[in-house]
């Protein structure tokens, strides 16, 4: 089973700058990846699929690039609503999450 | 607007049975997958299970095979997981989320309930 690895762990980011966070698959699985922004005490939410594509109602500040086993997920402009943890999933498999801070 | 609604979550001892439900409006299952995520406090998201649109195929992580079943009454919209043999690592929000895909399953999950509390206990 594929395993996927997030870095860095923690973010700390001021607001208006850019985050990049990275998603490492131990194996390809060719651009099946989606990545999920998690607020305390709140459900998942699907920002982007398809390593690129992102979901409806999304901003166009989040995006995600990346094929094989490495993929990257950026955050420009950052608000302070931001601040939460991020998940990257391919199928039946979750990343341990990068968790974003705004200073 | 599509809402999924989870309930059936509670206090059970070691080895106890629950059945989780998920209540679907403003679609119809019969189109869509819909999984069942979990996550234990402090940790992260865990994949658990998904019936597909069909209703007759069903998958679970290697984790609660044996113990757990998901499955699906049409006539009330609503998806289940059964849990049996329960224990205290299966302590866990249980979210339902439903799959991106129309008559078909891309693991992708655009929309989620606001989760269930289950803690094993003794």
């Known amino acids: 089973e594929v395993v996927l690895t997030q870095s860095p762990a923690t973010l700390s980011v001021s607001p208006g700058e850019s985050a990049t966070l990275s998603c490492r698959a131990s194996?390809?699985?060719?651009?099946?990846l989606a990545w999920y922004q998690q607020k305390p005490g709140q459900a998942p939410r699907l920002l982007i699929y398809?390593?690129?594509n992102r979901a409806t109602g999304i901003p166009a500040r989040f995006s995600g690039s990346g094929s094989g086993t490495d993929f990257t997920f950026t955050i420009n402009s950052l608000e302070p609503e931001d601040s939460a943890v991020y998940y990257c999933?391919?199928?039946?498999?979750f990343g341990g999450g990068t968790k974003v801070e705004i200073k | 607007q599509v809402q999924l609604v989870e309930s059936g979550g509670g206090v059970v001892q070691p080895g106890g049975s629950l059945r989780l439900s998920c209540a679907a409006s403003?679609?119809?299952?019969?189109?869509?997958?819909i999984h069942w995520v979990r996550q234990a406090p402090g940790k992260g998201l865990e994949w658990v299970a998904i019936?597909?649109?069909?209703?007759?195929?069903?998958y679970n992580t290697d984790s609660v095979k044996g113990r757990f079943t998901i499955s699906r009454d049409n006539s009330k919209n609503t998806v289940y997981l059964q849990m049996n043999s329960l224990r205290p690592e299966d302590a866990a929000v249980y979210y339902c989320?439903?799959?991106?895909?129309?008559?078909?399953?891309?693991?992708?999950?655009?929309?989620w309930g606001k989760g269930t509390t289950v803690t094993v206990s003794s």
């Open positions: 019936i597909r649109y069909d209703g007759r195929n069903k």
């Open positions: 989320a439903k799959d991106l895909g129309f008559w078909t399953s891309y693991y992708y999950m655009d929309v």
């Open positions: 403003g679609i119809d299952v019969t189109n869509f997958g």
């Open positions: 398809d390593a690129s």
């Open positions: 194996q390809s699985d060719n651009s099946d």
């Open positions: 999933q391919q199928r039946t498999v």
